[in-house]
């Protein structure tokens, strides 16, 4: 009975020592490992023999980039307005001996000195620029806290803000003055189309006005020579009635006086600011006048032509 319990005992302390003998790293960790509490090396994934009572594992490290929200925080801005701020940070042991034992407590130092960093950050800018400028305040952040981590075999890879909420108050007055900022600029807009409309009208008068002087110059001009073509016609015919009279015709003097007549009792007719005309005139007058056109036509038509005679040659004296 006694030898059966003792094979018990025997067998039960090799499946130990075969236990802590045989170790196992999972893909994505390294282990420490100590010699009695004092560290010697580190352990890569895979399969691994340590001599049990001697050696043992310290810490089992988690090498992977792991991800650690930032809670939200007040932080008073430059001028002095309070928001709420959270991010998150992204970060991955290099070093496993480095993070067990330069650090206690890995996790809460990383996300303390994230929250102290962004509060620094933040606190030294305007409300306005701490909204316009996120993507500084990370690179600020992430530069600081990376050089601060580097001690402890970290590197972290990204800093993010999530979210900075300002006041409410903030929040109603920065919608406010969006608002009138967009009427600024709708009214700036709609006086600048008034402008461009004002000065496209005026270019078209001036246009306009311009054609019709251009018109008007070569109606003048049209009317101009109009008026030189009738005046030489009337020259012309002047000129005709003149040697006629020179002939000893006088019917084309009653050929001339006649037209005038007419054509002064004709526009007298056609006056605007005459409606009833009364012609005291001698009926005879007119009436001999037209039968001396009418005489003046038939002699012109009845007269045949006369060939040119030649001058007459001067005698010789005998």
């Known amino acids: 009975m006694g030898g059966t319990l003792v094979g018990i005992v025997i067998a039960l302390f090799v499946v130990v020592v075969i236990f802590k003998t045989v170790r196992m790293v999972p893909q994505g960790y390294e282990w420490t490992v100590e010699r009695f509490g004092k560290y010697t090396h580190t352990l890569d994934p895979g399969l691994h023999f340590l001599f049990p009572v001697v050696y043992g594992v310290g810490r089992k490290i988690n090498m992977m980039e792991q991800v650690m929200d930032v809670p939200s925080q007040d932080v008073i801005t430059k001028d002095n307005a309070v928001v709420k701020v959270d991010g998150v940070v992204y970060f991955q042991v290099l070093d496993a001996a480095k993070a067990a034992y330069e650090v206690a407590t890995l996790e809460i130092a990383v996300l303390n000195l994230v929250m102290t960093n962004i509060r620094t950050s933040i606190g030294s800018m305007d409300l306005d620029e701490s909204l316009s400028k996120r993507d500084e305040i990370n690179t600020k952040v992430l530069v600081a806290v990376d050089a601060a981590t580097h001690p402890w075999g970290l590197k972290v890879n990204r800093i993010e803000l999530k979210d900075i909420q300002p006041p409410r108050d903030l929040v109603d007055s920065m919608a406010r003055q969006m608002k009138a900022e967009r009427e600024k600029r709708a009214n700036i807009l709609e006086a600048e189309g008034f402008r461009q409309a004002a000065i496209l009208k005026a270019e078209g008068e001036k246009q306009s006005v311009i054609l019709e002087a251009e018109g008007n110059r070569e109606a ?59 012609m005291p005139m001698e009926s005879a007058g007119i009436i001999g006048s037209i039968a001396g056109i009418a005489d003046l036509a038939k002699e012109a038509l009845e007269r045949p032509s006369k060939p040119p005679v030649p001058p007459a040659l001067p005698r010789e004296r005998g």
């Open 220 to 278: 003048a001009f049209r009317q101009a020579e109009a008026r030189e073509r009738l005046a030489e016609a009337e020259a012309k015919a002047t000129e005709l009635v003149s040697n006629a009279i020179a002939d000893g015709n006088v019917q084309a003097i009653n050929y001339f006086v006649a037209q005038k007549y007419i054509e002064a009792f004709k526009a007298l007719a056609e006056a605007p600011n005459q409606k009833f005309v009364l």
